[in-house]
């Protein structure tokens, strides 16, 4: 049985080899989860973003993900992954698939033994939270991803029981 546990918290607690940020193409920070990621992890993790190479100021386009060390955060790892802006981007479905897949992936290859998740792309990107759900969940009950102990780490009571029905109806 592959270990998904739902969580109504600030994901910068959780204690997991890696985090996930919901961040955006440039990887230099913003608002949301990602902001509050940064702000708890310091300095050192807007350098190691720097570091990542950037093609036309893009260091991480939408869909997929790259790693960074965590600075002062509990987790080994910040898997910085671009979510689709739900009423801009074309097949938003696939391009949040493929932003879970890739996380899943770096983590696996850097020996990651769990894994923590935001709400990917619910917030000011504007996915319905229903469909990211069952989306998110899916990927994860993938047998390749068995492995890992996978978290979702969620703001509000709403949001929780989006996730834990979905869950349930999978
Ligand atoms: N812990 C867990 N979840 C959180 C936290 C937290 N500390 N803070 C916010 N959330 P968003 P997006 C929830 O907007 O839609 C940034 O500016 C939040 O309530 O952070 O993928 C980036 O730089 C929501 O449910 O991410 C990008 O430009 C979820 O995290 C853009 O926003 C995701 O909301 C990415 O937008």
């Known amino acids: 049985m592959t270990a998904i546990k739902i969580i109504q918290g600030d994901i910068t607690k ?3 080899d890696a985090i996930v940020n919901a961040a955006n193409s440039r990887m230099l920070g913003g608002g949301g989860v990602d902001g509050a990621i940064h702000s708890a992890a310091g300095p050192k993790l807007l350098e190691a973003c720097k570091k990542v190479k950037p093609e036309n100021g893009i260091r991480c386009p939408t869909g997929e993900a790259r790693i960074t060390e965590a600075g002062n955060l509990k987790a080994k790892y910040v898997i910085h992954t671009v ?3 739900y009423n801009i981007d074309k ?3 696939n391009l949040l698939s493929s932003a879970y897949k890739n996380s899943f ?4 290859s850097h020996g990651c033994e769990s894994i923590a998740f935001p709400a ?4 000011v990107f504007g996915y319905p939270p229903q469909e990211a759900a069952q989306i998110s969940l899916s990927i ?3 047998p390749e ?3 890992l102990i996978k978290y979702f780490y969620l703001f509000r009571d709403d949001m929780v029981n989006i996730w834990e029905n979905a869950l349930e109806s999978l």
């Open 83 to 85: 979510g689709p802006r």
């Open 14 to 16: 959780a204690s997991v």
């Open 140 to 142: 994860c009950k993938r």
């Open 105 to 108: 992936d770096l983590a696996l």
């Open 145 to 147: 991803y068995e492995a």
């Open 91 to 93: 097949d938003p479905e």
């Open 120 to 123: 990917i792309s619910c917030g």
